[in-house]
């Protein structure tokens, strides 16, 4: 009778389990980042730019920003609740915000306790400006599984504009940009040796050709994709980093995942900026 009872409450904890976490998303997305990418990804950066040996490489890479020219762009390097440190990117919308990706900070296996966010610099674990913060606020939708909804925002202490530092613009309205180029800003791919800040032009695609590769599980109206071939495009390194227009006026994406085969496998996706636009304005 005891082995029974034991057996009934395992199925019933089982079922609440089933009814309150969603199922894995496609094995074609990376959802563990922090293990899988940010974790060593910060440990080749670290080392690439303490030893100067910056080798180059393909955001899956094609050439080093100048300082300045993406005054918006903000690197953030995590430190997680166990200690280890990841690195992600993010866009810098006012004197004391800046927008990211929700994964960056909660996967679900992985936990950050801080952000060090760095300001005006095309390298990350030195130069520029850096600040620390805490306060992050994801979205109350966001998805550790299927990555919906994913997108977060970072409230600073107070940003000094200059030349090297400046916020960015936010798209609103409906245009959904597909057949236009953007602009890919970021530290990049794991398995590539560029330490330095990198910047790249990608053309927008139509959700549905998006949803050919991940489906309409992955693939919503809040999604913007960009295509990738030849070895060129964002990579999952770039996480939470912006996708701006080709004009570099207005943001329209926050990098929010890759297939899991590589950066080129197939489209890069982001949180489309527009989509948010009313949460991202409460809360400046």
Known sequence: MEVLNVLIVLGLIGLVAGAVTDPPASSSVEIDYHNKVGIPLAARRKADEETSHFRGGRIVRVKSAALGRYSYMAGVIITLTDGRTSICSSSLLTNTRALTAAHCWATFCSQARLFTVVLGSTTLFSGGTRMVTADVEIHSGYNKF???????????????????????????????????????????????????????????????????????????????????????????????????????????????????????????????????????????
């Not at 909804?149 to 245009?175: C, F, H, R």
């Not at 085969?261 to 409460?282: L, Q």
């Open 146 to 284: 299927t990555l919906a909804n994913d997108i977060a925002i970072m409230k600073l202490p107070w940003v000094t504009y200059s030349n090297n530092i400046q916020p960015i613009a936010i798209a609103t309205g409906n245009k959904d940009f597909a057949g236009t180029w953007a602009c890919a800003i970021g530290w990049g791919s794991p398995v590539t040796n560029n330490a330095f800040l990198s910047h790249m032009l990608a053309p927008v695609i139509s959700n549905e050709e998006c949803a050919d590769t991940y489906t309409t599980h992955i693939v919503r109206d809040s999604t913007i994709c960009v295509a990738t071939s030849g070895g060129r495009g964002p990579c999952i390194g770039d996480a939470g980093g912006p996708l701006a227009t080709a004009d570099n006026s207005l943001l329209i994406g926050v990098m929010s995942f890759m297939h899991d085969r590589g950066c080129d496998a197939g489209p890069a996706g982001f949180s489309r900026v527009s989509a948010y636009t009313a949460w991202i304005y409460a809360r400046f």
